[in-house]
């Protein structure tokens, strides 16, 4: 299970808005920050906000903990890049099968893209959930 600490933002009736926290540093630099965090703060984006699954009573500003299954991530990233890819080669191929050329090639990669996409649009994929609230009690005891 992948693990993640993060702020609840906000509530609503099919889960809870989160935002991830970013962890301080790895502590070499004492806390000023290294030239690899100075870098990825160039081209960061301002923070996004995920609903995940929650069995707890929550309110805005509760620090949790997230799990999302190892295999989730893999087959999530094979059913968006994967299956349309392949159906776009599938689709080059067929059409060079059947006429051979660039322009049916064209025509078949177009027609595979729109095959795959509306082949995986309609799933649903797994969401994360809500495992924990972080315990404050043990963060006190890091920090001091």
Not at 113 to 121: D, E, F, T
Request: hydrophobic share 40%.
């Amino acid at each position: 299970m992948l693990e993640q600490t993060a702020r609840v933002t906000r509530t609503s009736p099919e889960g809870v808005w989160v935002q991830a926290v970013e962890p301080s540093g790895c502590g070499t630099c004492a806390g000023q920050g290294c030239s690899s965090r100075r870098i990825a703060e160039l081209f960061q984006r301002s923070p996004r906000q995920f609903l995940v699954d929650c069995d707890l009573s929550l309110s805005p500003g509760d620090r949790v903990v997230i799990g999302i299954a190892e295999g989730s991530v893999l087959s999530s990233a094979l059913r968006a890049y994967g299956v349309p890819l392949g159906s776009m080669l599938a689709g080059a191929l067929l059409a060079q099968a059947v006429q051979p050329g660039d322009g049916p090639a064209l025509i078949g990669v177009v027609l595979g893209a729109l095959v795959g996409w509306l082949s995986v649009r309609g799933g649903r994929a797994a969401r994360p959930a809500v495992l924990r609230r972080e315990d404050n009690n043990l963060l006190h005891l890091m920090k001091g």
